[in-house]
């Protein structure tokens, strides 16, 4: 079965960093763009980043911008998250996300992991 | 940012009843609109993509439509796994949410 697991989160101060990371299995990692999408506690869907199949394009969100990184090894079928300069504001489910590459669709997301927690507190 | 309203932001209905979500964007998306359910625990779950377009696996009492910047969820003949909170998502641009609808049972 198809499936994406994020690892990396926990707890850490204002200011420090955390890399999460996505390890996808049972798909050809290589063929598709991956997602970062996060969730604050109780709260709604907020999409973070997306990275190319093949590397070559990244974007953010403005909330994370020049803040966050996203990267990838298709070598080892993983799906990076860089989060540096992190706030209070960040604290959220981090989910990694599979996009369908249908056109008609857009940046959608067709496959999801559990999620990793990150809280950012003093 | 292309901002998505949704509404309501919740409902209440029973096994059986068929029911409609609206989610209004603030500008032309042509069908660039996306539907997830999200049950207590668990990840989203992609329904619809393109406005319309029954994404494989998902039953066929899901149903999408779009009228301009209108587009519109319906679940025909609600079962109780469907009891869950939903979202649109447009991606027409970088990608935005609806705030969501619970949907609860009655």
């Known amino acids: 079965q198809v499936q994406l697991v994020e690892s990396g989160g926990g707890v850490v101060q204002p200011g420090r960093s955390l890399r999460l990371s996505c390890a996808a299995s049972r798909f050809t990692f290589s063929s598709y763009g991956m997602h970062w999408v996060r969730q604050a506690p109780g709260k709604g869907l907020e999409w973070v980043a997306v990275?190319?199949?093949?590397?070559?394009?990244?974007y953010y969100a403005d909330s994370v911008k020049g803040r966050f990184t996203i990267s990838r090894d298709n070598s080892k079928k993983t799906l990076y998250l860089q989060m540096n300069s992190l706030r209070a504001e960040d604290t959220a489910l981090y989910y990694c996300?599979?996009?369908?590459?249908?056109?008609?669709?857009?940046?959608?997301?067709?496959?999801w992991g559990r999620g990793t927690m990150v809280t950012v507190s003093s | 940012d292309i901002q998505m309203t949704q509404s309501p932001s919740s409902l209440s209905a029973s096994v059986g009843d068929r029911v409609t979500i609206t989610c209004r964007a603030s500008?032309?998306?042509?069908?660039?609109l996306n539907w997830y359910q999200q049950t207590p625990g668990k990840a989203p779950k992609l329904l619809i993509y393109?406005?319309?377009s029954l994404q494989s696996g998902v039953p066929s009492r899901f149903s999408g439509s779009r009228s301009g910047t209108d587009f519109t969820l319906t679940i025909s003949g609600l079962q109780p796994e469907d009891f869950a909170t939903y979202y649109c998502?447009?991606?027409?641009?970088?990608?935005?949410f609806g705030q969501g609808t619970k949907l609860e049972i009655k």
């Open positions: 996300a599979r996009d369908p590459g249908l056109a008609a669709a857009g940046d959608a997301f067709d496959i």
């Open positions: 998502q447009q991606s027409y641009s970088t990608p935005t």
């Open positions: 500008q032309s998306i042509s069908r660039y």
């Open positions: 393109a406005a319309s």
């Open positions: 990275i190319w199949y093949d590397g070559t394009k990244k």
